[in-house]
């Protein structure tokens, strides 16, 4: 395996949902590579097939045909079993509704990854789980509840928790569905510092073309099949926006 | 994962939920509670007529007259006339290891005093009673052999008797009453005895020679009863059987014959008594089993409930690399540390009720070893029963359809 082998390396992706005696084709053979250190958006239409691929992608589901090559390794005919884990070591998941879990402070939300994997010691986890909330900015609030952070907040735990492990892959699926507009900038500030720093390879799944304009590549999907497969032109910058938008708010 | 991980898991998920945790643990708290408290109240009144009937005598054999076996015609005790006072003599003499003998005539008078009259159980009997049935007098003495010989008029009052009849804590000894319109002198007064676990109020009843019984009272030769106490060590096997021989010989009774007596020993009355109220301790302890059974539901039904609303964290769960045993692991882990620590506070209610009840009900009560650990085990048998079923439906979830579950 060289450095040039693609992270996810996927050939004539097929998906096949059975409802009652209907058949309903979610992907009809997708092929796609995404290199390691590349941020890409997917976008599409509902119905698209973007989710389903995310969810193939993150080992969530199986394929009906075609291979998955998850950093060197096929993972399209793995078990269960063997598909929690490599959910748990190599993918970290961001969701559109952050699922954190109530009434538990964010370091424990954080250190919850750790308990599935490999036994990791409780001073080991601790440490590891304050430095992934250092590297989102919430270092002063590990000891905060979920209801006691905003959602920009809770967003930042939710990839702080998906970074614990150090995955290959963090995939986010609508990571700014449930945030204001400022507050999207500022997350989606932190994949792009987290992908420019770290070179953590980011896959994003999203309708909104602006966010998806701060990956460095759009997929676009529709129809279960890719249509679009394009480097960004204009690559938005999150610290600029940013500043544009507290400008802007200003003056109105 | 290890289990100490998961029992972390379990604690924390059901710290989360305080008050429904403990509510749901009630149900079994109250289950375990109650099946100590009453196998704790059944052992208590069983230990309690086994020491009355130690203090009463387990050597002490009755004779009563009439027969109790299966025969084509069943008598009464009361009807049967062949137990002479020769038998008892009969049975003084010939028999070895009866140490002392009291025959026996009952009959129900009215007892009137000067001021005020009672209906009571006038015992006829033998100047050794007292010596067989460990009885010792409050005030004045028994009557004697001599007394007994003369078919004397002489009573002496259990302790329910003379307050009726004279007055609580009064010495009514010397004084005169009237049974069947025949004065009486009152020599003694008995000790009080108190409730006997079976058998009628030792404490309400007049005392007087059985000859007096027999020749004033009811005009009479035969007896209704023989009691006698065996020596320490004496089978009352045996000497069942050779009093058995021996009245059969004397009564002419023919091989084909049904006994016209009944020997009975007070050990034999006992495990009778015993062997109901261990029958009783198990109603008892099975009623309460079925409110340990509904806590059980309960617990189903919260981590059902459970389940169902923790759908989308099952899904984070499975998503950051939980495998489906981990969270059937976790979801059991919950309803036995539920159930485990519902069963302890139990068994600590248990005790504290069961001190309670012997304390202000005056209740004997006793708690076992094995009714803590019997309901204990329950209590888990029933947290991991009842627990599995929603855990395995947590476990069987879709990753995907959990994490989309609103």
Redesign the interface.
């Known amino acids: 395996m060289t450095a040039q082998d693609p992270l996810i390396g996927v050939r004539d992706l097929t998906k096949t949902y059975v409802v009652g005696e209907v058949e309903v084709p979610a992907l009809r053979g997708v092929s796609l590579s995404v290199c390691r250190g590349e941020f890409v958006a997917l976008t599409g239409p509902s119905g698209s097939g973007k989710s389903t691929f995310m969810h193939l992608a993150g080992c969530l589901d199986r394929p009906t045909a075609g291979t998955y090559q998850l950093n060197g390794r096929d993972v399209s005919c793995l078990s269960k079993r063997e598909l929690a884990a490599v959910r748990n070591r190599e993918i970290g998941f961001v969701f559109q509704g952050f699922n954190l879990l109530s009434r538990t402070s964010a370091l424990e939300n954080v250190e919850l990854p750790m308990l599935y994997g490999p036994p990791v010691p409780a001073k080991e986890r601790r440490h590891r789980a304050t430095a992934a909330l250092e590297a989102v900015g919430l270092s002063a609030r590990i000891d905060h509840h979920p209801n006691q952070l905003s959602g920009g907040q809770q967003q930042r735990v939710a990839i702080a928790r998906a970074l614990v492990n150090e995955p290959a892959l963090l995939l986010a699926d609508e990571p700014t569905g449930n945030l204001d507009s400022r507050t999207s900038i500022e997350v989606m500030g932190i994949f792009q510092r987290l992908n420019r720093e770290r070179q953590i390879t980011i896959v994003l799944v999203t309708h909104e073309p602006d966010i998806a304009e701060y990956a460095a590549r759009i997929v676009a999907f529709r129809d279960g099949r890719i249509r679009l497969d394009n480097a960004v032109e204009q690559r938005r910058d999150a610290v600029e926006e940013l500043h544009r938008f507290d400008a802007e708010t200003q003056a109105a | 994962?290890?289990p100490l991980?998961t029992f972390a898991?379990a604690v924390?998920a059901l710290r989360?939920n305080a008050m429904r945790t403990a509510l749901t643990a009630l149900g079994l708290i109250i289950g375990v509670a109650a099946v100590i408290v009453m196998v704790a109240i059944g052992n208590g009144a069983r230990s309690s007529i086994e020491d009355q009937i130690r203090n009463a005598g387990t050597n002490v054999v009755t004779v009563s007259a009439g027969s109790n076996s299966f025969g084509p015609v069943r008598q009464g005790t009361g009807n049967t006339t062949t137990l002479m006072p020769a038998d008892a003599d009969a049975i003084a003499q010939q028999i070895a290891g009866v140490r002392y003998l009291s025959p026996g005539a009952n009959t129900r008078q009215q007892v009137v005093a000067e001021s005020a009259n009672w209906n009571t159980q006038i015992q006829g009997a033998g100047a050794d009673l007292p010596a067989i049935r460990t009885w010792s007098l409050e005030h004045g003495a028994f009557f004697t052999p001599q007394d007994v010989q003369l078919a004397a008029k002489v009573a002496v009052l259990g302790s329910v008797v003379r307050d009726q009849l004279f007055g609580a804590d009064s010495d009514p000894t010397g004084e005169s009453i009237r049974i069947k319109n025949q004065p009486f002198r009152v020599i003694g007064v008995l000790t009080k005895k108190g409730q006997a676990a079976f058998g009628p109020d030792q404490d309400d009843m007049v005392v007087v020679p059985y000859t007096t019984v027999q020749k004033k009272l009811l005009g009479i030769t035969h007896l209704q009863n023989i009691t006698l106490s065996t020596a320490d060590g004496v089978p009352f096997e045996r000497v069942s059987a050779q009093i058995t021989d021996l009245l059969r010989a004397r009564h002419k009774l023919s091989v084909n014959q049904p006994d016209d007596f009944t020997v009975r020993s007070l050990e034999e009355m006992a495990s009778v008594l015993t062997s109901t109220t261990t029958t009783m301790t198990w109603l008892l302890a099975s009623i309460a089993a079925v409110s340990l059974l509904v806590g059980g539901i309960g617990i189903m039904n919260i981590m059902l409930v459970s389940v169902t609303e923790r759908t989308?964290?099952i899904?984070?769960?499975?998503?950051?690399?939980?495998?489906?045993?981990?969270v059937l692991m976790q979801f059991l882990m919950e309803a036995l540390v539920l159930s485990l620590a519902g069963g302890a506070i139990g068994v600590l209610a248990g005790f504290a009720a069961s001190y309670g009840v012997s304390h202000i009900m005056q209740w004997p009560s006793l708690v076992t070893a094995n009714a803590v650990l019997l309901s204990f085990g329950c209590a888990a048998a029933i947290g991991i029963f009842f627990g599995f079923y929603p855990a395995r439906k947590a476990a069987a979830l879709d990753?995907?359809e959990a994490?989309r579950y609103e």
């Open positions: 994962m290890s991980t898991i924390a989360r989308r964290e899904g984070l769960r499975l998503s950051i690399g939980a495998r489906d045993r981990d990753p995907i994490l």
